[in-house]
Nanobody
Framework: EAQLVESGGGLVHTGGSLRLSCAASGFTFDDYVIGWFRQAPGKEREAVSAIDRSTGRTYYKDSVRGRFTISSENAKNTVYLQMNNLNAGDTAAYYC???????????????????????RGQGTQVAVSS
């Protein structure tokens, strides 16, 4: 069975760091764009970052650019999201999603994750306290 499993969430203080992992099983990442979106209680979901495994191109939401780094480790079929200098606005449930890279030809990376994901994880909670 193909699935994505997230890990690495937790509670940190403002300014702290966390690294989220998204491990795939049952399929390989090669032709997918893998990314993270988040949703806080009472707020709209928002795409945070993504990496197109077919080209290596990365994408970031403006508010996390320079603080978050997305990367992939092919041998482990895993994508990571390194999150530094966290603040209260980053508090949310974070979900990993995988969509076919072909969708990027006609759809932005954020909408590709929202509407064309073939696989989604169960989510991991990130909480940042002041």
């Amino acid at each position: 069975e193909a699935q994505l499993v997230e890990s690495g969430g937790g509670l940190v203080h403002t300014g702290g760091s966390l690294r989220l992992s998204c491990a795939a099983s049952g399929f390989t990442f090669d032709d997918y764009v893998i990314g993270w979106f988040r949703q806080a209680p009472g707020k709209e979901r928002e795409a945070v970052s993504a990496i197109d495994r077919s080209t290596g191109r990365t994408y970031y939401k403006d508010s996390v650019r320079g603080r978050f780094t997305i990367s992939s480790e092919n041998a482990k079929n895993t994508v990571y999201l390194q999150m530094n200098n966290l603040n209260a606005g980053d508090t949310a449930a974070y979900y990993c999603a995988a969509a076919g890279s072909r969708h990027l030809l006609t759809t932005g990376w954020d909408l590709t994750l929202f509407y064309h994901s073939a696989y989604r994880g169960q989510g991991t909670q990130v909480a940042v306290s002041s």
